[in-house]
């Protein structure tokens, strides 16, 4: 179809050694915002930062598969949930440590993952959206219903994980740059993987999948292996935001969860890794900023987003692009 | 056992029939213009509070109907003029942000005019009490109006669709769209009427259901997710599917949810039952989609290939 080439998502233009440079800036940045908090003595605001970077990973992971690879997921929040309440029911039953959470975490996205996704991958476009959308939420009332860990109401957790037996994550700095950690750490690991053969498969298949399969790839496989590397990714950034706000709710993989960190991504600039990450900090800081003049604040975000699909496609960085020139 | 059986057995066609009316104007939608719309929950919701609001003001279930209906028609055409039209030509992704925001700003509206407190609806007189069904079965006479009115509802859809030249241009518009405009149709205008109508009966469905349910800012959500399961179940731009598909989730969820803890009875005690029983339920439906895409990935009546 010769229309499908126009309708793909657009890619944001910055050139990849000027999105290193800044997301090298930004980590830096951030990396100095403890020593800034209480410099000007409003330590709240590492508390803030530590659930957006928390947001920014998962937004970096979902750009993996829907920057690079096209696959528009709707459910991606139901990793985020998942990853927490690995936090919530291992605590529950005495096992603190972080190590053990991460692991389940990850190994329950991935299976949960591998299933949905082997089953959303055999449909594309509108499809695909919603069968992701309709797994997110099964996801979603299974935890709303399951009364014995809070259902509805979610559950609070006694402590946080704790590393080796020590409770080193008490501190909220330290849990600040653990997380800052693991978003780097993400960071690295998701453009090298983009760059990769592997990335050049995923890339080649949004483009163009019966190419690929005529050069004799499977996209299929590839596809599904972005889909759980993603899916792991978010689920630990679950495992950080139970941990952040010592809670764990259903709320935290309902779809509008999931529409938020799309628009994250588009926000932000897709396909661009690091515009995820932008994406987070403008539309949490947004949300906290509207919060100040109305509760009604969904309104103005609502409003905001519909204005950048008319007005600005690429998101901030597209923006930021046209304003400046990019490099391209 | 078998009272409650045909009791769960109508409450499930009930809610198929309504996620019918939801779902046939979203399938068009998304089966002509290939047009991925989250907003189409919102239009049952607005449905709903325009019937609450009118109710109140006229004061009479059948001249607040006609008033809401005609209401909900215009601002399904104020969405498709100033929104939707801007959106045909663009992503997927586009569409899903766009109308996303568009979710949220309706809800917030609604919050902002209506509050965020449940309204209700009364039943008419005309159609309140029970009459007896078989034997000592009582069932509500809404219930059943509800019921006869999807009935007919999709028996007229029927017609429209298969029988006049409107309809015929539906359904050649789902099959190959670009063909369709070349031979001289104006799809814009085919598709700006497939919206108006589409968003009149999903808020239809929010009307007539508003004396059953509470009238709350989280329905049009719950409806919308349920609506997905059902066009991708029944196969996108198909009519034909969206019903059958309405009544296979309508009543596989209802029956899912009252007698999934019964059976499980049998294998492990009660309260565990009950709980593995309720926790499971939903999920059901999910499953049922999952085994159906399996088989079928364009749906049960999906001819184009996902």
């Known amino acids: ?328 | 056992m078998t009272n409650l059986l045909i009791l769960q057995l109508l409450n499930g066609v009930q809610l198929g029939i309504l996620l019918f009316l939801v779902a046939a104007g979203l399938t068009l939608i998304f089966g002509i213009m290939d047009f991925i719309n989250i907003a189409h929950g919102v239009l049952y919701m607005v449905g709903a509070y325009l019937m609450a609001t009118f109710v109140v003001i006229t004061g009479n279930f059948w001249l607040a109907l006609p008033v809401a209906m005609a209401a909900a028609l215009l601002f399904g055409l104020l969405l498709e003029y100033t929104i939707f039209r801007r959106l045909y030509e663009r992503s997927h992704l586009d569409q899903v942000l766009a109308t996303f925001g568009l979710v949220m700003i309706v809800t917030e509206g609604v919050r902002m005019i209506w509050g965020s407190t449940p309204l209700s609806v009364p039943i008419p007189a005309l159609l309140s009490g029970s009459i007896p069904l078989l034997g000592i079965i009582q069932y509500p006479v809404y219930r059943l109006a509800i019921i006869g009115t999807g009935l007919v509802v999709a028996l007229g859809l029927y017609l429209v669709i298969n029988h006049t030249r409107t309809g015929m241009l539906l359904r050649a518009g789902a099959s190959n769209r670009p063909m369709v405009s070349a031979l001289g149709v104006n799809v814009g205008q085919l598709f700006a009427f497939v919206f108006a109508f589409g968003a009149m009966l999903a808020a239809f469905a929010g009307a007539i259901v508003a004396p059953v349910l509470s009238v709350d800012s989280g329905m049009g959500a719950s409806v919308l997710i349920l609506t997905f399961v059902v066009i991708v179940i029944g196969g996108i731009g198909s009519i034909k599917g969206a019903f059958v598909a309405a009544i296979l989730v309508g009543v596989v969820d209802t029956l899912g949810r009252s007698f999934g803890p019964i059976l499980l009875q049998m294998v492990m005690d009660p309260s565990a039952a009950s709980q593995t029983g309720r926790t499971l339920a939903p999920m059901l439906i999910y499953i049922l989609m999952a085994v159906v895409l399996a088989v079928r990935p364009a749906g049960l009546f999906g001819g184009r290939p996902a």
């Open chain 1, 1 to 328: 179809m010769s229309d499908a080439a126009a309708r793909r998502p657009r890619r944001s233009g910055l050139g990849l050694p000027t999105r290193h440079m800044v997301a090298g800036a930004l980590f830096v940045l951030l990396a100095a915002l403890p020593f800034i908090a209480t410099a000007i003595g409003d330590p709240f605001l590492v508390v803030v930062f530590t659930r957006i970077l928390v947001f920014a990973i998962a937004a970096l992971s979902l750009d993996l598969i829907l920057g690079y690879g096209a696959l528009v997921s709707f459910g991606h929040a139901a990793y985020i949930g998942l990853g927490a309440y690995c936090v919530g029911i291992l605590s529950r039953h005495g096992v603190t440590d972080l190590g053990v959470h991460l692991a389940a975490a990850i190994g329950l996205s991935a299976i949960f993952a591998t299933v949905t996704g082997a089953i959303a991958l055999r449909t594309r476009g509108v499809y695909f959206i919603m069968i992701t959308l309709a797994f997110g939420q099964m996801a979603y009332f299974f935890f709303v219903s399951f009364a014995a860990y809070g259902g509805d109401d979610g559950m609070s957790l006694a402590q946080r994980s704790t590393v080796f037996g020590s409770d080193l994550l008490r501190d909220s700095t330290t849990l600040f740059y653990l997380t800052l950690a693991i978003l780097v750490g993400f960071y690295v690991v998701a453009s090298a993987l983009v760059g990769s053969r592997f990335g050049r498969v995923i890339s080649g298949t949004r483009e163009n999948a019966l190419r690929m399969q005529a050069i004799g790839f499977r996209p299929f496989r590839y596809q599904l292996v972005a889909f759980v590397i993603a899916g792991c990714m978010a689920a630990v950034a679950g495992v950080l935001l139970a941990n952040q706000a010592m809670f764990v709710s259903p709320a935290y993989m309902s779809w509008h969860r999931s529409g938020e960190l799309i628009v994250m991504v588009i926000l932000g600039g897709i396909g661009t890794l690091i515009g995820g990450v932008v994406g987070a900090f403008v539309v949490l800081l947004l949300e906290e900023w509207l919060a100040v003049f109305t509760t009604h604040w969904r309104m103005g975000l609502g409003i905001v987003l519909i204005l950048v699909v008319f007005f600005s496609p690429g998101g901030v960085s597209g923006l930021v692009q046209r304003l400046f020139g990019g490099n391209r």
